[in-house]
């Protein structure tokens, strides 16, 4: 969403004359709170025309007697339209949660005896909640030509005026739209309930803005009065998670709307793993063709055999609950009417087999090259290093979770690589935009927990976007699934990146400690602090690492590339966003792999150099110079939906970068990391009938 409010701001500009100026707007509603969301963005992206607006609930009524808790008043509950226009009205409804919903506190820095990291308190407060309830506009009923004709409306404009709902002149008096209109049907309703925890569960069912759509029980004679009256809701879309909808409490509320409500659950529990995007799916799958071991296929391709997708029994739903299976892509119909109340899925099921055998019989050219690559890689010209003949299979794994520029393209999400060390942990070098989705595809929804819960920290090479927006999504989720004795995981940035992270964590828990990235440097201006010190020795050790170093390179102010050495002997080198400079080549002399970025191609001279970045042939230079054993390119500009362009400047030990690739230092018997240009043959050509431009967007 960040990504795609700043490329809107930017794709709005017009010239005036003067110069660029944006007519981009956007309303953005929310809880109190949301100022926060607001700040962090303005840190990294233009704000202009985006006006923030905070959803407050009045003065609370006197506490429950019962609860004891503090509910709100039925008029706060109860709030006007936010949006109310010819198509839809949309009125917010404010859960406050209650005393007891504390789920984990901000965490405060705070050295402890031994120096270790602390580990984080229960939070004093949780968010408010919203949800809201969306109404339609209400059509005219179906026009009667009869009906009008018997009461002497001439056939013509006056029909028109009728439907349109002026009253007309008829034989001998006027006549009104009423008189020749059938009733108006009730306009289509969708509520749209998040109840993100047990704390917010009182208000929702307390709250008395349901009241014109529940059913009532009773058999009391106002009440019977009550339900014949009741509004119908079409659709209901929950949002709340699986220990909150099972609740017999919110299965009654839900029942409450009748059977003619679809009620539609929208949690990881209750939606099955599905392709969400084929397209990047479908070029994996084709990939694995070429090597599976680099290119495995994503987890999310089939059922997730140890996350079982709860039965409505085991949702405990009752009967008179009509549910609606969620997935990706559905659309719900609520107009016209002839289509009310359908559903339309554009999901798809995609069958490896028949990709991969689609693939080999119409491109038999790209199994040859790969077939060729795999015999010149088996019997290697060049001396293979010790640390990788002598590496275990479980000692370093390079995964590419994002390797596009600016934003997430079709078939490329913004820069994101976690270091896998296996049983030690792991870390996270940039946490672009949807970098825990990539994880999940990776390793499937049973596994990515582990994975999340048992980093060592992240790493963030600059203040770009791109770069470091999916990281609040990991931390709120390392702080969920590892509960209240969650510690605080470090994260190593500029300076300006502490900011975005203390406003973000204003809206949810995220545990961490930031660390400025200058303490990392070789030659560090100021001493480190002790606390700095423990972190970095502690991620060291946790993670097998002799080295854990930034150096500063040509992009924007405070941008950073990361030097990994591990105490078997392997260095990893990770440019970051930069121009060209000695320092890099420096920095990876000897590198087992160096990972460059490699935006442009080389006639984009004038681009790279405005913009500060590398074309392909100057990232390959880095690499031959530096002496370097392996140099993959990533980051490139999303102009290229598969693959950048190949000059003659690619050399034999350098390869191209794919989403999800996987690169183990060394896998049973076979090195992955020898094999790398082995796959570049092969890739082009699968690639090759991509002619079609990306769009053209500045790159980050």
């Not at 008179?320 to 107009?335: A, D, E, K, P, V």
């Not at 300076?495 to 990235?517: D, K, V, Y």
């Amino acid at each position: 969403m960040v990504l795609t409010v700043a490329d809107s701001s930017i794709s709005h500009q017009v010239d005036d004359g003067l110069g660029a100026i944006s007519n981009f707007h956007a309303d953005i509603y929310g809880p109190k709170g949301i100022e926060h969301l607001g700040k962090a963005m303005s840190f990294y992206m233009r704000m202009k025309g985006v006006n923030l607006h905070e959803l407050e609930p009045a003065a609370p009524s006197e506490p429950d007697t019962f609860t004891g808790s503090t509910q709100l008043s039925p008029e706060a509950a109860i709030s006007s339209a936010i949006i109310q226009n010819e198509a839809v009205s949309i009125t917010p409804v404010i859960l406050q949660p209650g005393p007891n919903g504390a789920d984990s506190q901000p965490n405060k820095r705070r050295k402890t005896d031994d120096g270790s990291l602390p580990t984080v308190q229960e939070q004093d407060k949780v968010p408010l909640a919203a949800c809201y309830i969306c109404r339609l506009t209400s059509m005219p009923g179906k026009f009667l030509p009869q009906k009008a004709k018997q009461l002497g409306v001439k056939p013509g404009p006056l029909y028109g005026q009728l439907k349109a709902g002026t009253a007309v002149m008829g034989k001998d008096r006027m006549v009104q739209p009423e008189e020749v209109l059938e009733a108006a049907p009730s306009p289509p309703v969708v509520i749209i309930a998040d109840c993100p925890s047990l704390a917010h569960l009182p208000a929702l069912l307390s709250s008395p803005a349901w009241e014109p759509f529940l059913h009532h029980s009773s058999s009391s004679e106002a009440a019977a009065s009550k339900s014949s009256t009741h509004q119908k809701v079409n659709c209901i879309v929950h949002l709340a998670p699986h220990q909150v909808v099972q609740m017999p409490q919110y299965q009654q509320w839900m029942a409450g709307f009748g059977t003619s409500t679809k009620q539609m659950v929208l949690n990881c529990d209750a939606v099955p793993s599905a392709v969400t995007l084929p397209s990047p799916a479908t070029l994996q799958i084709k990939l694995n063709c070429i090597d599976p071991k680099a290119f495995p296929l994503p987890q999310t391709l089939g059922s997730d055999s140890s996350i079982a997708v709860p039965s409505e029994a085991q949702l405990q739903q009752p009967d008179s609950i009509s549910r609606l299976q969620g997935s990706n892509l559905l659309r719900y119909n609520l107009r016209p009417a002839s289509r009310v109340d359908t559903v339309e899925t554009a999901q798809q099921s995609l069958s490896i087999p028949a990709i991969q055998g689609q693939l080999k019989t119409e491109m038999p050219e790209v199994m040859e090259a790969a077939e060729r690559g795999q015999a010149e890689a088996c019997s290697p010209s060049e001396e293979i290093p010790d640390v990788i003949t002598q590496a275990g299979a479980e000692e370093l794994e390079v995964i590419f979770l994002g390797t596009g520029a600016a934003m997430p393209s079709k078939y490329r999400n913004v820069t994101s690589i976690y270091i896998n060390c296996f049983a030690k942990g792991g870390m996270l070098l940039d946490c672009g935009e949807g970098t825990l989705g990539q994880l999940t595809r990776r390793f499937g929804r049973a596994k990515v927990k582990d994975i999340v819960c048992s980093l060592a920290c992240v790493w963030i090479s600059h203040i770009h976007a791109d770069h470091h927006a999916g990281l609040p999504r990991i931390l709120a989720a390392r702080a969920e699934w590892l509960g209240p004795d969650c510690s605080a995981l470090p994260v190593f940035g500029p300076w300006c990146l502490e900011r975005i992270l203390h406003s973000t964590a204003a809206m949810q828990p995220m545990p961490h400690f930031f660390f400025n990235q200058t303490g990392l440097l070789a030659q560090p201006q100021h001493e480190p602090s002790q606390e700095m010190q423990a972190a970095v020795s502690q991620v060291k050790a946790q993670l097998g690492l002799k080295t854990l170093q930034s150096l500063l390179v040509v992009h924007c102010a405070h941008a950073y590339a990361a030097i990994l050495e591990g105490e078997s002997g392997w260095k990893v080198v990770f440019s970051g966003d930069t121009r060209p400079c000695e320092q890099m080549v420096h920095a990876a002399k000897d590198a087992t792999l160096l990972i460059h970025e490699a935006t442009f191609e080389d006639e984009l001279v004038e681009d790279a150099l405005a913009k500060r970045h590398s074309l392909t042939c100057e990232a390959v230079q880095i690499g031959a110079q530096s002496g370097a054993y392996r140099t993959i390119l990533t980051h490139f500009s999303q102009r290229y939906p598969k693959i950048p362009k190949i000059e003659k400047s690619f050399l034999t030990t350098t390869c191209i970068a794919f989403d999800l690739m996987s690169i183990n230092l060394k896998e049973d018997l076979a090195a992955d990391l020898p094999q790398l240009p082995s796959h570049v043959p092969a890739a082009t050509l699968l690639c090759k009938d991509v002619s079609e431009e990306g769009e053209d967007i500045p790159e980050g």
